[in-house]
Structures are given as structure tokens and as C-alpha cells.
């Protein structure tokens, strides 16, 4: 008798485990695991949330008006260009779906973020990695990998976990060594954090190449990660095809206004920067005095390594932490068995993160 049985590709994909929410037995969690905002959302959308819980009977704005005009008038963006989603997630699994299938190649760093392979596996592709060098994507690589077969190439910049990010000349040199029919898309999920000058989260890239998409989130900076809102800025003919696959109401009503009013509050937008700012640099300093290789970040977290046996393994620090309440994230599923990834958080998570490692080490 035959047997219910899912497409190629599914029973491959290992579940996507998130940063732990809970350690056993701590009254108090300090929850370092997921690079969430550190001081939290704005009370604009709290305010705005509260104010959308009446008319939740309502189906959304399918076509998330409100809320491209406004983040095409903050970006300064066509809206019409706009596509809004659950999370950027829902955006990453979209472009699969619309461009990828069984036999077709999707190409990413080797420690890229691991939604690329788990939703090109979802429609029965082949992700395909790329090496990277000291823990940054590396263009000449990357281009080497792309075959007849590839369709789409996926770089977080900066990239989660790595923290690394690579530059504008780098970014149009990967753009200018792929065919046209592969679509480059750039993941900005940490745009808003980055204070370089030698950075782009790639709009200019969209703007000048039929061939490119960048997507964003307002989990980070924004603090909105719960209300899963996500966007992408993309070429006309990429957002008709994605109006083509998505779900009609996939954005929610409560996750719109919300995104509305966290796009108009400046003033939290600049004191979560401000926060990342002061605490980021203190974080990596502090736990590299410990004796900790502490990879360079521009985002909202860092990359720590710890010894690869003994006593001091990323694995025992993450239990060590744990049992003391607190939570950073293990890298064994990016790669990275000997690294922790721990998200700046406030001001007493993170003196007690590095408080707690130092007992660790000394
Ligand atoms: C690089 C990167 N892209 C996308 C996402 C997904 O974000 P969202 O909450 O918008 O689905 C994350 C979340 O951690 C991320 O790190």
C-alpha cells in the first residue's frame, strides 16, 4: 500500500530551533538568544496595538497600503515596489517558492543564515554553500560555486551569525559576476544597527539591476520580532510575481499599524541605536578581556569562540550560562560548534553575561 509521503527535500530539513525562551528552574531569564531589540518596542505600537484590538474581526489590508507609503516615505522608496510579509522569513520562502524548484541550485556563505537552506530544501532545491574566509562571505568564492543550475544566491549583510559584512565594491562585484538570471538577494535584517560608512544595505543595487532584491525586518531595531512583519524593496516584475504567491492577508492588521507607528517613532529608533551603540563595543571588549575571541560585529550581537575541548567549550559555557538564568544561542547547526552567538541586551543582561563567563573562565 503506498504510503503519504511529502515532497522531496522536506524530511531533510532539520527544524528550525530558535534562541531558547526558558532555562530550567531560573525565576529570571535573561534571554540573550535570538537578537531581539534590547529595549524593547516602541509605546507608539504598544499604543497602536491596543488601539487595533477592536476591529481584529476585520480581514487586513491585503495589499498593506498604510504601511508601504510609509516605509516608502521613510526609505524613500516607491511603495509600488514594496512587498510586506510575516517576518522576512515569509519573504526568503516566497522567493523560493516563486523562483526555485527540484534540480535547481540556491547558493549562500557557508555561515549564512540558516533560513536559506531550510526554505530551499522546503520546495526540493539544492542549497549549495560557499566557503568563506575568516568568517566573511567571500565573493570570489561564491561566484566559483554558481553553476547553470543556480537561481538564486542569498547574502545577509551584515550576516547572522557572523556579524561581518561586506562592503558596496564587494557587493556590486558579486552582482557583476552573476548571469541575469540569477536573482541576488541581499538580507538586511541589521541595517538599521550599522554605523559604517563602507556599508549598503543594497537599495541602490535594486534600483540599477533587474536582478536584485533586498529584504528587511522590523524584528530588530524596530522590536516588533512577535508581530512577524518583514518587507523587501525588489524590481517591478519580481514584486508582480510575489503579489502572484503570497497569501492574501499575509500580513495582519495589529503587525501594520504597529510597523506604522514604530516607523514614525524616532525618537525609540535612536535610542535603540544609542543602546546598540554603547553596549555593542562594551560587550565585545569585555568578553575579549576574559580571553574570549570575540569576532567583530556590526549588528546586534556577537560571535564568541571558546575553546574546541576541555572544559571550556561553547557547549559547557552555554550550559554554565543556562543554569544561571541566562541564554545565548549555540552555533552547532551554522557550523560553529565552538561558538556562542550572545545578542546585546540591557544594561544589567549584560554585565550578568559577562559577570557570569568570567566565573567560567577565571
Ligand atoms: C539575517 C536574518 N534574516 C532574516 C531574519 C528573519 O527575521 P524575521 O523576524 O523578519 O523573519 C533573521 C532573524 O534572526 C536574520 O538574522
Redesign the pocket.
Known sequence: MASLRPRPGILEIEPYVGGKAEAEGAARVVKLS??ESAIGPSPRAIEALRAAAATIHRYPDGGARTLRAAIGERFRLDPERIVC????????QLLMRAYAGPGDEILYSAH??L?YKLSALGVGATPAAAPERELRADVDALLERVSSRTRMVFL?N????TGSYLTPDELARLHAGLPEDVLLVI????AEYVRRNDYTSGLELVDRADNVVM??????LFGL?AL???WLYAPAAVVDVLHRVRGPFNVGTPAQVAGIAALEDLNHQDRSLAHNDLWLPWLAGQLGALGLTVHPSI?NFVLVEFDRDGSRTAAAASAWLEDRGILARPMAAYGLPQCLRISVGLEAENHAVVATLGELMA
Open positions: 535570538a537578537n510579509g510575516a517576518g522576512s522569513d515569509e519573504l526568503i549564512g543564515f533560513m545577509a551584515p550576516n547572522n551569525p538580507d538586511a535584517a541589521y529584504t528587511r525586518t522590523f524584528s530588530k520580532a512577524r512583519l518583514g549588528a
